[in-house]
């Protein structure tokens, strides 16, 4: 896959008159890491080819596969491929991090719709943030690619969640009390557990749950 990816890359970045860091810039990535895939130093990340293909007209099998003897416009294949929203905000898996509120999403990732349908989701439910902090650790770490699933905003004991309060987000475990209160439960055991009264805090707002993490391999 890293030969023809990197050559469709080239082809993309000729079509477009674009240099490495030109492309870096349009797609959201750092042009470092942009060239380090061009020079064949690291493997063409997941996230990477989400990015382009939310970015530029191209079909998915032309890009990863070179299936195609010329760029195909990915409206052909809309109905294998579902572009999720992603919100330049990020979600504390420590002591909280600044709310995204009304903000517009930056770009859009793809995913499969197969994929989505074998889980059950749907692609109006969902959008993509970034964690932030090593209170999740080993589940989730900083940086990581957090879909959340906006319809499961009922906590289940156990399952991960994104939590707003006011202008803070937190991603954790929910456990609830018997009290009607909230536990928020970090899966790195230096972190203790925070406790979440919702009659002090009525603002208290479960965004959704965590259905899938991306990780950014070094």
Do not use: C
């Not at 596969?65 to 990020?90: C, K």
């Not at 900083?142 to 202008?167: A, C, E, F, N």
């Amino acid at each position: 896959m890293s030969l023809i990816f990197i050559d469709n890359i080239r082809a993309i970045m000729e079509q477009e008159s674009m240099s490495a860091a030109a492309f870096a810039a349009k797609i959201g990535e750092k042009t470092s890491r942009v060239n380090d895939v061009l020079q064949g130093k690291q493997r063409p990340p997941f996230d990477m080819l989400e990015k382009i293909l939310s970015t530029f007209d191209v079909d998915a099998r032309w890009l990863i596969l070179g299936d195609n003897s010329q760029i195909r416009n990915i409206s052909n294949d809309s109905d294998e491929f579902a572009l999720i929203p992603m919100y330049d905000v990020e979600v504390s898996a420590g002591s909280g991090a600044v709310a995204y509120g009304e903000i517009e999403p930056t770009h859009r990732l793809a995913f499969r719709r197969d994929w989505l349908a074998s889980r059950g989701l749907y692609e109006k439910d969902l959008h993509v943030v970034i964690a932030r902090g090593d209170s999740m650790e080993p589940t989730i770490h900083g940086k990581d690619t957090l879909l959340i699933d906006t319809s499961k905003s009922t906590p289940r004991d156990g399952h991960i969640y994104v939590i707003r309060s006011g202008d803070t987000l937190w991603v954790k475990r929910i456990q609830r009390q018997f009290d009607k209160s909230l536990l928020l439960i970090s899966d790195n055991t230096a972190y203790p557990p925070l406790p979440l009264n919702l009659a002090e805090h009525p603002d208290i707002q479960v965004i959704g749950q965590v259905v899938n993490v991306s990780k950014e391999l070094n």
